[in-house]
């Protein structure tokens, strides 16, 4: 049974996702440098929603968008698209890109998973890279229900993020050698990725299969990496 989302909505409990959590993604530098220490591009952003299925004329979401390359390329294969993020200066960062691209139909809404507003089964495929891990567990679970909410049936989710998919007894040799890669690989400071791993909330494969099972999702595929990444498609089923 599906929680009662406006009833949560209502409560003096309920979380303020509009705080960032570990590293703050309004600070000018970190938007100069997202993507090129995130290795996204025009091409592989096209390339996963050529992945994805997405077709033109379809109702596209990236939450946690960033720079919005993905919603870029979404709005340049002739698709309605929602660019949601917390973040004002990476919502002004999408909208110059897709000036610069001339990407029509971008509709930028400053928000999170716990606030986004988007019609029930409105969407036909939505997307979220490495933003869920600001929020506990409690609250992924309640964000992913969100986002069911807001997909037709049927329709395709793909989650990618942080999550530790190492056996319990390598963990310190997992995350100090991801340290290590994100320094030498990235140009991340070991003090920002620190801070990931100390004050965020990424959390174990298991436990993200099974919240997006509970979030009424079909699991259908799971790839996982470094002990550390994963990316997970799944659909809403009809």
Not at 53 to 74: E, H, I, K, P, Y
Not at 100 to 118: E, K, T
Not at 167 to 184: G, N, R, Y
Request: hydrophobic share 45%; with cysteine; proline share 2%.
């Amino acid at each position: 049974m599906a929680i009662n989302i406006e009833a949560l909505q209502g409560s003096d409990w309920y979380y303020d996702d509009s705080k960032h959590v570990g590293v703050d993604f309004s600070e000018p530098v970190q938007v100069a440098t997202y993507d090129a220490r995130q290795r996204s591009t025009d091409a592989a952003a096209a390339a996963l929603l050529a992945e994805l299925g997405l077709q033109s004329d379809q109702v596209f979401a990236d939450f946690g968008c960033g720079t919005g390359v993905l919603a870029c390329q979404a709005a340049l294969a002739g698709c309605e698209v929602h660019a949601i993020d917390i973040s004002a200066q990476m919502l002004e960062a999408t909208r110059k890109r897709a000036e610069i691209l001339g990407a029509s139909g971008i509709r930028l809404q400053q928000a999170g998973f716990l606030s986004f507003v988007l019609p029930a089964n409105s969407l036909d495929i939505a997307t979220t890279q490495y933003a869920l891990h600001h929020l506990n567990d409690f609250w992924k679970l309640v964000a992913l229900q969100r986002i069911h909410a807001a997909l037709k049936p049927g329709a395709t989710f793909m989650l990618r993020d942080v999550v530790y998919s190492c056996h319990p007894s390598e963990i310190k040799e997992t995350v100090d050698a991801w340290l290590k890669w994100m320094q030498e690989e990235r140009g991340y400071s070991r003090d920002e990725n620190v801070t990931h791993v100390r004050d965020e909330h990424s959390t174990f494969a298991w436990v993200m299969e099974g919240l997006l099972e509970r979030a009424g999702f079909r699991l259908q595929q799971a790839r996982y990496a470094r002990g550390v990444y994963a990316t997970y498609i799944c659909q809403r089923p009809g």
